[in-house]
């Protein structure tokens, strides 16, 4: 009764590859046994579904060479880019899956094929990092709708990692692995040279790359049978530390691009390296009359000039983050006898890691100044004197005068701003399962889960401060002093010299920097019970099978809460470098559900009948929220003949908004965008459409754009949101043609109608100036200069609503083949592939199959991508790899933009890997990827998931990565 099988695939070991779930051959019918399979919980001897399901498992693991799940998905074609380990500005610390691009939160995860916590109480989807990857035995993905059987986020699929958990033995594993790379952009070296010919500062061209980024991971596994075979217990523990690799690195990164198609013949391939108008030594503007920079330690101001003082934000942004990681892992279980097996499951982890990007400082701050601040040049003085007569505000020439001006002045001497990242977390199960009867069994379970989260934002600037230290006077002995210190406000504060080089001290610093504050967790309680069974001994079966029904029923119950607790510098906003405030959240909710699962098989072993199978799922959910939701599936199998089987499923499935969507504040902060349209000397958008934003004939051509390209929005949380509901059909065949051969093709359409989520700050204002829809018009905020970006009073309203709909429709290829070469070993080929057909989303929107962009289509979705592996396994402990992964080109969403590359070529990739069976005992393996050092295909520093000019969770972008591998068993 306890033994259980695993879902293998003809020589999956072998393949080191993903592989569909087939069938395997016959054996003798004593040695079968019945499985549970992802997508099921219904306990069966054929491992095939009616949804497709990959599989990935052990060995093939330690092919890739790849020592973080993120990676090993991220390299299935049915999965698509997400947070990991290469995002630093906008990363949560945590590493997420995302099937058919329809976003993490709508892709489910389990381990033995029960729920994972929430990743954290800033991202809820689940953290992959959570996951010991010398401890998977298999990991299974299912694409398409799941949630009649595992509940709610099942909607674009499931992935379900089985663990190694009755493991005998001892094994130490351990892993190294770095990046060699050959810098080889000629162009984008020429153009960093030329800057850095006036700003080494700045701008430095990186030399080649012997070995960095490295990761070191150890792990030591280690488990036993007792009580004379009845129980086993499996312990693990693993320690993996990660190098920080920054932009400055690679040549595509050293600076942060910009790019003008009409200027794509000259000898930087139409790329300048642009970057922020918050600059070093700083940029002094009333956006009217002067824009002025610091010459020279006397405070000489000159002309500001975006083309070579902008500042190169890129070098000090991590490329990878550093992380040093935790994981230990227990799991036990005892036969009291045939009717009961208790068992339990304990997980830990622990993870630190750093995200850095450019340094903090007055963002075009509104600052006041007085003309007897004695800091200020007579050069200032007499610019601002200009700007005050010229705008009729009066003199700036004797005591009492004052000026307004904005500041954009970056901390280079204080360093990058760093994000310091902790996710604790822990789960537990316990659970006893058994026979009934022969024909019945059942599993009864209580899952707990928490992360606690904490994070200190370092080396930021308080807004509150820094005005207060750029209000400077004399005191009576003429000491430049901080007005708040001379009145009493603030004793404490030191005057920020920036109106001269080198006027900044450490104590200014001291006092204008400040570190941020968060901390809270998430928490995820679940029981549940399941009764299944064969009632084919009952005799309740189709005349004509000898197979009878298969059922599954069960009650399970959830409770998910979340806490989010900010210090005061977050709350109100007074850090300057996150774009408003960020305030805490807490809330939690509960869902019951009742489920029940059939398989009954129609007809067997019939003339042109070999097999035809109906399958059927529904699941009632309640939410203590008062929505209800009902989600359903069917499926229908029909083989012919042994050697071919058509299969089909439909599946309603749904997903409840998370606390976060719910119950977050709504507050202030930043997307980014190329340039607001409308704004600068000449906009690009006429006046008409620009007064849909709300723009004036006298603002029109006045406006100042953001020099960094980042504007305002409110986001947050809407109670009244409704779940979500998607249709998921799928068809396809499975050939068998001969032994040790499979072939598989499947068709997918997923409709999701209700979806949650934010329409995007770039699409409200692209389709008010396109359309002038008063449902976007109504939603831009102009402050009274014009601009989206200058003062809080100017953002555009971007909350979560029950927002429209997503559709994505495409074909998934794969197949396998194992050629026995006699006394030279075995041959295996492979390919797993996908075609995207159609990805649309809201009613009439864009297709964006083939496209990447920075408003409708954002991450590249290439139409094809593929992963074919070779594998020769000898007789001789050598077993030989080489894969080839391709990602297709993709085309920019807006033909007609000049200021972005119109297409991303296609890259293909390279990986060789080989394993020698030392000893007896002892295992050595190398794996190289990306081979050749291909570059990844770069565009301008924008949108979505890009960091580095580049979509590092797309391609790889670090350069060729050389991994060795010890594995030792005894």
């Not at 892993?175 to 000629?186: P, V």
């Not at 989520?757 to 829809?773: K, M, P, Y």
């Amino acid at each position: 009764m306890f033994k259980r099988k695993s879902v293998n695939v003809a020589a999956l070991i072998a393949l080191g590859v993903a592989a569909p779930v087939f069938a395997q051959q016959a054996a003798p019918a004593q040695q079968l046994e019945r499985v549970e399979v992802t997508g099921s919980r219904i306990k069966t001897l054929n491992t095939e579904t009616a949804s497709p399901v990959i599989s990935l498992g052990a060995e093939a693991i330690k092919v890739e060479g790849k020592r973080d799940v993120e990676s090993l998905l991220n390299n299935l074609p049915q999965v698509f880019a997400d947070q990991g380990g290469q995002v630093s500005n906008g990363s949560t610390g945590t590493a997420t899956v995302n099937l058919r691009n329809l976003g993490a939160d709508r892709t489910l995860v389990l381990i033995n094929g029960r729920r994972m916590p929430a990743g954290s109480p800033r991202s809820l989807p689940t953290d992959l990092n959570q996951i010991p990857v010398s401890l998977i035995k298999r990991v299974e993905v299912l694409t398409g709708g799941a949630s009649a059987v595992y509940g709610s986020d099942a909607v674009a699929g499931v992935v379900n990692f089985v663990m190694n958990d009755k493991f005998e033995g001892v094994e130490v594993e351990a892993n190294y692995s770095f990046f060699n790379h050959s810098q080889q952009n000629d162009k984008i070296q020429a153009l960093v040279a030329s800057r850095a010919a006036t700003n080494p500062s700045q701008y430095k061209v990186p030399g080649d790359i012997s070995a960095d980024g490295k990761v070191m991971d150890f792990s030591l596994t280690m488990g036993s049978n007792f009580a004379d075979n009845k129980g086993n217990a499996t312990l693990f523990v693993s320690r993996k530390t990660t190098d920080a690799l920054l932009q400055s690195q690679r040549d595509f990164t050293a600076c942060a691009l910009n790019y003008n198609r009409n200027n794509a013949a000259n000898a930087f391939g139409g790329f300048t390296c642009g970057g922020s108008g918050t600059s070093f030594p700083g940029q002094f503007s009333d956006f009217s009359n002067y824009a002025l920079t610091v010459a020279d330690a006397n405070g000489t101001p000159r002309n500001y000039s975006g083309a070579t003082d902008a500042y190169n934000f890129g070098p000090l942004n991590y490329f990878q983050r550093p992380s040093t990681r935790y994981t230990a892992a227990a799991f036990a279980h005892y036969d009291i006898s045939d009717a009961a097996r208790v068992y339990a499951e304990l997980n830990f982890h622990d993870d630190s890691t750093v995200a850095q990007i450019a340094p903090s400082g007055s963002f075009f701050n509104q600052v006041t100044v007085s003309y007897e601040n004695p800091l200020l040049s007579q050069g200032f003085k007499d610019a601002f004197h200009a700007a005050n007569v010229a705008d009729g505000n009066g003199t700036f020439n004797k005591a009492g005068d004052t000026h307004t001006l904005f500041i954009g002045r970056r901390n280079v001497e204080g360093g990058g701003r760093q994000d310091d990242i902790r996710h604790t977390s822990y789960r537990g199960v316990v659970g006893v399962k058994g026979e009934i009867n022969p024909a019945l069994s059942y599993d009864a379970y209580a899952l707990v889960g928490r992360v606690v989260y904490q994070e200190t934002y370092k080396n930021d600037f308080s807004i509150a401060r820094t005005a207060r230290a750029l209000d400077v006077v004399a005191d009576a002995n003429g000491n430049a002093v901080c007005r708040s210190a001379l009145d009493g406000t603030d004793p404490n504060c030191v005057p920020w010299n920036i109106w001269k080089l080198g006027g900044v001290t450490p104590q200014a610093l001291g006092y204008v920097q400040t570190p941020g504050f968060q901390k809270g967790f998430t928490a995820t309680a679940v029981t549940g019970a399941t009764v299944s069974g064969d009632l084919t001994d009952y005799g309740i079966k189709s005349p004509m099978a000898s197979s009878g029904l298969g059922f599954a029923v069960g009650l399970e119950r959830r409770v998910e809460k979340m806490e989010l607790s900010t210090d005061a510098a977050f709350t109100t906003g007074d850090l300057a470098g996150q774009g408003g405030p960020t305030i805490g959240v807490g809330g939690q909710y509960a869902v019951n559900d009742v489920f029940t699962e059939l398989r009954m098989p129609l007809i067997e072993k019939m003339p042109f009948v070999e097999q035809l199978s109906l399958t059927a799922s529904y699941r009632k959910s309640n939410y203590s929220t008062k929505k209800k939701t009902d989600t359903y599936g069917l499926g229908l199998e029909y083989a012919p003949i042994k050697e071919v089987k058509f299969r089909g499923s439909f599946q309603q499935a749904s997903r409840a908004a998370n606390v976060i969507e719910l119950f977050s504040a709504q507050g202030l902060g930043l997307y980014d965008n190329d340039a607001d349209p409308c704004a600068g000397a000449a906009p690009t958008r006429s006046l008409a459409d620009c007064a849909r934003t709300g723009v004036t004939a006298g603002q029109y051509g006045r406006i100042p754009d953001s020099p960094a390209g980042q504007y305002n929005q409110i986001s947050g949380g809407n109670p009244n949101l409704t779940p979500e509901t998607s249709k998921s059909t799928t068809f396809g065949v499975i050939l068998q043609p001969m032994r040790n051969t499979s072939v598989s093709l499947d068709y997918f359409n997923i409709k999701v109608k209700d979806t949650i989520g934010t329409r995007g700050a770039v699409n409200i204002l692209n389709e008010c100036l396109n359309t002038g829809a008063s449902s976007s018009c109504s939603l831009i905020k102009r402050d009274a200069v014009g601009s989206l970006w200058l003062t809080p009073n100017a953002y555009i309203v971007n909350t979560n609503f029950n927002i429209g709909e997503v559709e994505t429709e495409g074909v998934d290829i794969a197949a396998d083949s194992t050629f026995k070469l006699g006394e030279w070993g075995s041959l295996n080929t492979s390919i797993v592939g996908t075609y995207l057909n159609k990805y649309v989303e809201g009613a009439g929107g864009d297709d964006c199959a083939g496209k990447f962009g920075d408003g409708n289509c954002g991450t590249p979705l290439p139409k094809w991508r593929h992963k074919l592996r070779f594998s020769w396994n000898t007789p001789w402990g050598v077993n030989l790899a080489a894969t080839l992964r391709h990602i297709d080109s993709v085309k920019h969403d807006n033909p007609a933009s000049t200021a972005q590359v119109a297409s991303l070529a296609a890259r293909d990739y390279l990986d060789l890997a080989a394993s020698y069976k030392l000893t007896k005992n002892v295992t050595i393996r190398a794996a190289v990827n990306n081979l050749l050092d291909k570059d990844p295909p770069i565009r301008t520093n924008g949108a979505g998931f890009t960091n580095g000019n580049t979509y590092p969770q797309v391609y790889e972008a670090n350069g060729r990565q050389i991994s060795l591998n010890v594995t030792a068993k005894f």
